[in-house]
């Protein structure tokens, strides 16, 4: 296992445009998030998956944010008419939640990250 | 409302000496805490955690304090090494096990050989 892969790592759009990242956890976790990191700032907490299911959103979360995790595999985090205030790297990172504190310990990908003109 | 607050943006120490990254909160239902290590270009390392019923826990050449009266937790690195050079965060979570994590902003560690 490579551990938690993101792609694309870099994605340049323009305003208005949508954009779709995507993430592939570590194979054993059960757990998947997705958190939001703009200069200067620590990582920020957007949405997370438990298998399938999507438990809990943060108001960071606009309406033109949605993210799936078909199958409780893979995830997606699309954006429609991404906005400048969008531009930040995007953090996906997974845990096996087995009983204990296991769940919090986060293993992160590299990230991908958006720009948008 | 910053919840997790790293005052030091910025710390510098030589090789060999300690580290001492501090990290403030305010929300007392935190129960588990974590520091991060993040090089550019990565995404952020777990290094180690802690959890509220705890006051102490070390790991090699990190050992992570809780002072839960003064809502402080400091990570401690001894000795020093230039490889541990990079953005350290410290994160809290006040709901045990959900992985929902609230981060500090960082400070950016430098270890000068």
């Known amino acids: 296992d490579t551990g938690v892969s993101q792609n694309p790592r870099h994605k340049i759009t323009k305003r208005g445009q949508n954009v779709t990242f995507r993430c592939d956890p570590i194979?054993?976790?059960?757990?998947l998030y997705w958190y939001r990191q703009t200069l200067g700032q620590g990582p920020e907490f957007l949405t997370y998956f438990q298998n399938e299911a999507q438990l809990e959103k943060s108001r960071l979360l606009s309406d033109r944010f949605s993210a799936e995790r078909p199958k409780g595999s893979f995830s997606t985090l699309e954006i429609q008419r991404t906005e400048q205030g969008d531009s930040a790297m995007y953090l996906c990172?997974?845990?096996?939640?087995?009983?204990?504190?296991?769940?919090?310990?986060?293993?992160f990908g590299a990230g991908s990250r958006l720009t948008v003109l | 409302d910053q919840q997790v607050k790293q005052n030091s943006p910025s710390l510098s120490v030589q090789e060999g000496r300690i580290s001492i990254l501090n990290c403030d909160y305010t929300n007392s239902m935190f129960d588990y805490f974590l520091w991060y290590k993040k090089y550019p270009a990565e995404g952020p390392t777990f290094l180690i955690s802690?959890?509220?019923?705890?006051d102490k826990n070390e790991d090699g050449r990190f050992t992570v304090f809780l002072n839960k009266s003064a809502k402080h937790l400091s990570l401690h690195i001894v000795p020093s090494q230039p490889g541990d050079s990079a953005v350290y965060f410290c994160?809290?979570?006040?709901?045990?096990?959900?992985?929902?994590?609230?981060f500090g902003q960082g400070t950016t560690l430098q270890v000068k050989p």
């Open positions: 194979s054993e976790h059960n757990r």
């Open positions: 990172a997974s845990s096996f939640s087995g009983g204990g504190f296991g769940a919090n310990v986060l293993t």
């Open positions: 802690i959890s509220s019923i705890k």
């Open positions: 994160a809290a979570s006040r709901s045990s096990n959900t992985g929902k994590l609230i």
